[in-house]
């Protein structure tokens, strides 16, 4: 069996019975230009010709996305398809997904909602004036999405900046779940380390039981990242360091590093990144309400 038939046979069918859609994107799509790039994946703002209408177009690498796929399948793990999850989701604060299928030479495709503004990571790194104030409002609509996520029964596993957009009116849309897995106990078994490497949870990194906490510390990451613009672990350029750092180094003060933060907003931000689980904010809607119980939200 060939790879593209191997790819087609591990994909053709979402659910068991329904064939996914095959098209040729030459002729459904007029790309406009690329917008992103993953190690897995590369997305382009094009016009479907089919919906009418601009979209970002999602196209997977069918090889890494084969081995990728493997890896659950050697656990006899059956992972539901990237596409499948995505247009299962339906929240304002989750980038909607209108399709998903291959292509004519076997990429895994999705067709999702166009969105007119910034990445978070932009903002951040610019101290983008759009960020004035709206600090706390946008930490709150991304534990929006973390709730609705977590209660679809999915763990995202890569919530960083990076994947958190923010729209021109100021709505958040967390996107790309390529290391999304269903929240059930045979998915959460001691496993490799996936995610970005600065927002890895402890008990990922040590190969531990994972939860929906693992979500929550990476939430944390970026909130401590959003109000200090900084990392609460000094970056290195060597992975295995910034891991060692994770476990075995406390976390940098809010505080310290943003001196004229309210003393109230750096104790939420220290507790959302605590080492142990236990300690941290039991939920999304927790982490929210604890932002919402601060005098000073304008940030």
């Given at each position: 069996?060939?790879?593209l038939d191997g790819f087609k046979k591990l994909f053709a069918?979402?659910?068991?019975?329904?064939?996914?859609?095959?098209?040729?994107?030459?002729?459904?799509?007029?790309?406009?230009?690329?917008?992103?790039?993953?190690?897995?994946?590369?997305?382009?703002?094009?016009?479907?010709?089919?919906?009418?209408?601009?979209?970002?177009?999602?196209?997977?690498?069918?090889?890494?996305?084969?081995?990728?796929?493997?890896?659950?399948?050697?656990?006899?793990?059956?992972?539901?398809?990237?596409?499948?999850?995505?247009?299962?989701?339906?929240?304002?604060?989750?980038?909607?997904?209108?399709?998903?299928?291959?292509?004519?030479?076997?990429?895994?495709?999705?067709?999702?909602?166009?969105?007119?503004?910034?990445?978070?990571?932009?903002?951040?790194?610019?101290?983008?004036?759009?960020?004035?104030?709206?600090?706390?409002?946008?930490?709150?609509?991304?534990?929006?999405?973390?709730?609705?996520?977590?209660?679809?029964?999915?763990?995202?596993?890569?919530?960083?900046?990076?994947?958190?957009?923010?729209?021109?009116?100021?709505?958040?849309?967390?996107?790309?779940?390529?290391?999304?897995?269903?929240?059930?106990?045979?998915?959460?078994?001691?496993?490799?380390?996936?995610?970005?490497?600065?927002?890895?949870?402890?008990?990922?990194?040590?190969?531990?039981?994972?939860?929906?906490?693992?979500?929550?510390?990476?939430?944390?990451?970026?909130?401590?990242?959003?109000?200090?613009?900084?990392?609460?672990?000094?970056?290195?350029?060597?992975?295995?360091?910034?891991?060692?750092?994770?476990?075995?180094?406390?976390?940098?003060?809010?505080?310290?590093?943003?001196?004229?933060?309210?003393?109230?907003?750096?104790?939420?931000?220290?507790?959302?990144?605590?080492?142990?689980?236990?300690?941290?904010?039991?939920?999304?809607?927790?982490?929210?309400?604890?932002?919402?119980?601060?005098?000073?939200?304008?940030?």
């Amino acid at each position: 069996m060939g790879l593209l038939d191997g790819f087609k046979k591990l994909f053709a069918k979402g659910d068991g019975s329904k064939r996914r859609k095959v098209i040729t994107l030459a002729k459904r799509f007029d790309l406009q230009g690329r917008t992103g790039q993953g190690s897995m994946s590369k997305v382009w703002k094009a016009y479907d010709r089919e919906l009418g209408r601009i979209v970002a177009l999602k196209v997977l690498d069918k090889a890494k996305t084969i081995k990728f796929e493997e890896k659950f399948k050697l656990q006899g793990l059956k992972k539901p398809p990237e596409g499948e999850i995505c247009e299962s989701l339906r929240h304002d604060n989750i980038a909607k997904t209108f399709e998903h299928g291959l292509t004519n030479i076997g990429e895994p495709y999705l067709v999702l909602e166009w969105i007119e503004g910034l990445g978070l990571n932009y903002l951040i790194e610019n101290k983008h004036q759009q960020l004035l104030g709206n600090r706390i409002n946008f930490v709150g609509q991304l534990c929006d999405a973390i709730d609705y996520l977590h209660g679809q029964k999915y763990l995202h596993r890569d919530i960083c900046p990076r994947n958190v957009m923010i729209s021109n009116e100021g709505i958040v849309k967390l996107i790309d779940f390529g290391l999304t897995i269903p929240y059930t106990p045979p998915f959460c078994q001691p496993g490799n380390r996936t995610g970005t490497v600065d927002y890895l949870a402890p008990e990922v990194i040590k190969r531990s039981t994972t939860d929906h906490r693992v979500d929550m510390f990476a939430l944390g990451v970026t909130a401590f990242e959003l109000f200090t613009g900084l990392l609460p672990w000094e970056k290195s350029t060597a992975s295995e360091e910034t891991l060692r750092r994770h476990l075995n180094t406390p976390p940098r003060n809010a505080k310290d590093l943003r001196p004229d933060l309210d003393d109230e907003i750096c104790r939420v931000l220290m507790k959302s990144i605590e080492r142990d689980k236990m300690k941290r904010y039991a939920s999304a809607k927790d982490f929210k309400e604890a932002l919402a119980k601060l005098l000073k939200q304008d940030y």
